[in-house]
């Protein structure tokens, strides 16, 4: 099971630094987590992540399932020795591409039945099931499987949604702890560490099951959850639901509600957030982690970050231009190319475009949060966070 220290705090905001340790090593927060849907972080290389600082990154649990199919994935003794990653890896449990695939989704006190996008097939998750794949994946993080919804939603949708994301949690979690003793019949391969009375992956590691927090966008449902969750008892808390259509200023209403709620000797992390600013402005709200898709997303469409706001590289404004994205970055991509060469590529749909954004957002995003390490140990949060948030300009 992992361990969770934390280091540093500032005096004047609930941003914090701290360790986590996991059997595939420590984990410096707060951190952005690459995700790797598919066992890949698109476009990248392992040694390129590596090269960027990637301390941990983020694999699809519904998406694997399907495409290699854990079969394959257990047979080659996990997703670390598939894909040749020896950092950390959390895994999701599929929630939210049921929220993102509802027409293809329908939801029971069981757990969640579904049609392949790839081929129609039928499949059923519950929350025992999604503990069993993330198990066999071998990831040192785990999330519950929950029910997130979107906005908006009513009172009586999101409670709905709460119960359900509570009784699901607290099957996984039966389910994950049964494994100390061996009492699970239906995954085994697994065995115990011998060294280590607590849950293990499949091949023997010890890992760890968050719990994720639901409630849409109530307060009052939020406090719910919470609680709720707490009394079961996870090692980590993620706050899910957010970053689902809602306004800005309400994510960052119910973040700030929901964070200072969950255990402070515990990681909190917030679910599929997001821009640069939001980070920054979680992390004074008391956030150690995240994870989104928008590095790499926003690089294949030749959208750039850099200290300044971000840009379009394929503005017609950089045809010429012989400057690097940002002359602030030591990238790879910064050293080595210029806007022109880069515009170049994108207009041509050229595949090292995609390789060469990827590598600058992933750069700036990785970059930004050890910036914000050094901000929080050094007593100097609050000047980075507003200096940070007024810097940021979209410009073309």
Same mark, same amino acid.
């Given at each position: 099971?992992?361990?969770?220290?934390?280091?540093?705090?500032?005096?004047?905001?609930?941003?914090?630094?701290?360790?986590?340790?996991?059997?595939?090593?420590?984990?410096?927060?707060?951190?952005?987590?690459?995700?790797?849907?598919?066992?890949?972080?698109?476009?990248?290389?392992?040694?390129?992540? !590596?090269?960027? %600082?990637? $301390?941990? +990154? *983020? #694999?699809?649990?519904?998406?694997?399932? =399907?495409?290699?199919?854990?079969?394959?994935?257990?047979?080659?003794?996990?997703?670390?020795?598939?894909?040749?990653?020896?950092?950390?890896?959390?895994?999701?449990?599929?929630?939210?591409?049921?929220?993102?695939?509802?027409?293809?989704?329908?939801?029971?006190?069981?757990?969640?039945?579904?049609?392949?996008?790839?081929?129609?097939?039928?499949?059923?998750?519950?929350?025992? !099931?999604?503990? %069993?794949? $993330?198990? +066999? *994946? #071998?990831?040192?993080?785990?999330?519950? =499987?929950?029910?997130?919804?979107?906005?908006?939603?009513?009172?009586?949708?999101?409670?709905?949604?709460?119960?359900?994301?509570?009784?699901?949690?607290?099957?996984?979690?039966?389910?994950?702890?049964?494994?100390?003793?061996?009492?699970?019949?239906?995954?085994?391969?697994?065995?115990?560490?011998?060294?280590?009375?607590?849950?293990?992956?499949?091949?023997?590691?010890?890992?760890?099951?968050?719990?994720?927090?639901?409630?849409?966008?109530?307060?009052?449902?939020?406090?719910?959850?919470?609680?709720?969750?707490?009394?079961?008892?996870?090692?980590?808390?993620?706050?899910?639901?957010?970053?689902?259509?809602?306004?800005?200023?309400?994510?960052?209403?119910?973040?700030?509600?929901?964070?200072?709620?969950?255990?402070?000797?515990?990681?909190?992390?917030?679910?599929?957030?997001?821009?640069?600013?939001?980070?920054?402005?979680?992390?004074?709200?008391?956030?150690?982690?995240?994870?989104?898709?928008?590095?790499?997303?926003?690089?294949?469409?030749?959208?750039?970050?850099?200290?300044?706001?971000?840009?379009?590289?394929?503005?017609?404004?950089?045809?010429?231009?012989?400057?690097?994205?940002?002359?602030?970055?030591?990238?790879?991509?910064?050293?080595?190319?210029?806007?022109?060469?880069?515009?170049?590529?994108?207009?041509?749909?050229?595949?090292?475009?995609?390789?060469?954004?990827?590598?600058?957002?992933?750069?700036?995003?990785?970059?930004?949060?050890?910036?914000?390490?050094?901000?929080?140990?050094?007593?100097?949060?609050?000047?980075?966070?507003?200096?940070?948030?007024?810097?940021?300009?979209?410009?073309?």
């Amino acid at each position: 099971m992992l361990k969770f220290k934390v280091s540093q705090k500032c005096p004047d905001t609930r941003a914090r630094t701290a360790v986590i340790t996991t059997s595939h090593g420590e984990i410096k927060t707060p951190v952005f987590m690459p995700v790797g849907t598919l066992g890949s972080v698109k476009s990248v290389s392992v040694e390129e992540l !590596k090269d960027c %600082e990637a $301390q941990i +990154i *983020l #694999g699809n649990t519904y998406h694997l399932y =399907l495409r290699p199919g854990y079969d394959v994935i257990k047979h080659l003794k996990g997703l670390h020795e598939f894909m040749n990653w020896d950092r950390p890896i959390l895994t999701d449990s599929g929630g939210f591409q049921f929220f993102s695939l509802a027409k293809l989704a329908k939801f029971t006190d069981e757990g969640v039945f579904f049609q392949s996008h790839i081929d129609g097939s039928a499949h059923k998750f519950t929350p025992e !099931k999604a503990v %069993e794949i $993330q198990t +066999i *994946l #071998g990831s040192d993080i785990m999330m519950s =499987l929950d029910w997130c919804i979107g906005h908006p939603a009513t009172k009586n949708q999101s409670m709905e949604a709460l119960k359900k994301t509570t009784a699901w949690a607290k099957r996984g979690l039966d389910f994950w702890r049964s494994q100390c003793s061996g009492s699970s019949e239906s995954i085994p391969s697994i065995s115990l560490s011998s060294q280590s009375p607590m849950p293990t992956s499949a091949y023997g590691l010890p890992n760890s099951l968050f719990g994720i927090v639901q409630g849409g966008m109530y307060r009052e449902l939020r406090t719910i959850s919470a609680e709720q969750l707490i009394e079961l008892d996870f090692p980590g808390y993620a706050v899910g639901g957010l970053s689902v259509g809602e306004p800005t200023e309400l994510m960052y209403e119910i973040a700030d509600h929901t964070v200072p709620l969950l255990p402070y000797d515990k990681p909190r992390y917030v679910m599929g957030v997001g821009t640069p600013e939001n980070l920054v402005k979680m992390v004074g709200m008391g956030v150690d982690m995240f994870d989104c898709v928008m590095p790499s997303r926003n690089a294949r469409n030749g959208q750039l970050f850099t200290q300044q706001g971000t840009i379009n590289i394929s503005n017609s404004g950089f045809r010429l231009d012989a400057e690097p994205i940002d002359r602030s970055c030591d990238c790879y991509t910064c050293k080595n190319y210029s806007r022109a060469y880069l515009r170049h590529l994108y207009k041509s749909r050229e595949l090292l475009s995609y390789r060469l954004n990827t590598i600058h957002n992933l750069h700036f995003y990785l970059n930004l949060m050890q910036q914000i390490r050094q901000a929080i140990e050094g007593c100097y949060f609050s000047e980075f966070k507003a200096a940070f948030c007024s810097s940021q300009q979209k410009f073309s």
